[in-house]
Nanobody
């Protein structure tokens, strides 16, 4: 299984970015995909998750109403649309997948993609 995340960059506060995570090499129909982030000097935290099959999503409170996770089954790709970005959203963003609910714990992730850096300037 491989996860390829991309789409990070530098954006001004209030701007938008869309991250993508392309998955390959497995059957993800029973899995959920999670977006996590790790800011400098901080622990990695969950941003949100989506179940491949049902499309059910969960978000951490700090991004609710600003971030949206979606998936394209045909492309085996999950997206993280980030709007109204804030400087505190600056972090390396990772995608991960696993069968157990990633929103409960990142330790449930079986596979991780490489991170993509998001920098939000004030």
């Amino acid at each position: 299984v491989q996860l390829q995340a991309c789409g990070g960059g530098l954006v001004q506060a209030g701007g938008s970015l869309r991250l993508s995570c392309a998955a390959s090499g497995g059957d993800f129909s029973r899995y959920n995909m999670g977006w996590f982030r790790q800011a400098p000097g901080k622990e990695r935290e969950v941003v949100g998750t989506i179940y491949w099959s049902a499309g059910i999503t969960y978000y951490v409170d700090s991004v609710k109403g600003r971030f949206t996770i979606s998936r394209d089954k045909a492309k085996n790709t999950v997206y993280l649309q980030m709007n109204r970005l804030k400087p505190e959203d600056t972090a390396v963003y990772y995608c991960a997948t696993g069968a157990r609910p990633l929103f409960q714990s990142s330790r449930f992730a079986l596979y991780w993609g490489e991170g993509t850096l998001v920098t939000v300037s004030s």
